[in-house]
């Protein structure tokens, strides 16, 4: 069993785009700047945006914190938006999701500018995507392509297996794992909450990833002797014997599935961190487009 090592491949991949960024900067052109709206108090939101700030810093790119009350009104998030959308100066930019239910988040999304939507949660990047038509490719989905290529797992004509049919996550994997390409060409199954059996689903599966948010779902029972499994999960549960009383765990039982695998991600340190740099990767694209 291999680990799929989310914190290394994160690391080079960061240096890459840092070593871009001193181009762009040696040949007087623009740094790429990122800006997150963050609204409400979620804790979980919080650590995602402070996390993209901070990566924003680390690979010389200029980010912009926009945080606001719960209480705003939609058309007040709307205004904001509108202005992102007009700021020459602003390359890329998120609106961390979820938002209060007073929101409608769709709305809120198809308000993007596309050109500027690093998220690729726009219905026009979507479209994009699922025709293979060059796009903003949502950072996790991205970040999985990107493992898996870089550690050159072959994936044509293997049975691949999603759990979770999320537009986030679950959906783009599903049409990316099918599609032409150097990752891809795999016979892909969604798999959900409504399918029958998904123990029987999953064992099937060459490749089989899990996004469900549901901590240690997917049991060694339910994996194939020599799987690439790839864990999306990023679920905090109870743990006494940590300082804080809880831990971050996946959607995957790690320590009982790991020994039947080729290559599986841990979390944390696997697939969440590639998340993140894959947004400074689409942020750097929106930059050179510009
Ligand atoms: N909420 C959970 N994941 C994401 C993400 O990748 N982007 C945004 N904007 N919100 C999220």
């Given amino acids: 069993m291999q680990l799929l090592d989310g914190k290394y491949l994160s690391k080079i991949i960061k240096a890459e785009i840092a070593e871009e960024v001193s181009e762009l900067k040696n040949q007087g052109k623009k740094i790429p700047n990122l800006a997150a709206i963050l609204v ?61 239910g007073h929101i409608d988040e769709l709305k809120v999304t198809m308000a993007i500018n596309p050109d500027k939507d690093v998220d690729g949660f726009h219905p026009l990047n979507f479209g994009k995507l699922a025709q293979g038509l060059p796009c903003f490719i949502p950072a996790t989905p991205l970040g999985i392509i990107l493992m898996l290529e870089r550690y050159n797992i072959p994936t044509a004509g293997k049975k691949c297996v999603v759990v979770g049919r ?16 150097k990752v891809g060409d795999c016979t892909v199954t969604l798999a959900h909450s409504r399918t029958k059996d998904i123990g029987k689903e999953c064992l099937e599966a060459d490749i089989l990833i ?62 969440g ?18």
């Fill in 40 to 100: 409400g108090e979620n804790p979980a939101s919080a650590a995602y945006v402070k996390s993209k700030i901070k990566s924003c810093e680390q690979v010389g790119f200029k980010s912009t914190m926009i945080k606001r009350e719960a209480t705003i009104t939609e058309e007040e998030l709307l205004e904001i938006v509108d202005q992102l959308n007009n700021d020459d100066d602003i390359d890329g930019f998120i609106v961390q999701l979820p938002l209060p």
């Fill in 210 to 271: 899990a996004a469900i948010g549901k901590p240690h779902f997917i049991k060694a029972d339910m994996v194939k002797e020599g799987a690439v499994v790839i864990d999306v999960g990023i679920n905090r549960i109870e743990d006494e014997s940590s300082p804080t009383g809880t831990k971050i765990v996946g959607d995957v039982d790690f320590d009982n599935v790991a020994p039947k695998c080729s290559f599986i991600t841990p979390v944390p340190g696997g697939v």
């Fill in 166 to 181: 999320s537009n986030i996550v679950g959906t783009p994997m599903s049409i990316l794992m099918s599609r032409k390409g």
């Fill in 273 to 290: 961190l590639m998340t993140v740099t894959c947004l400074l990767l689409n942020t750097l694209k929106a930059a050179k487009l510009k």
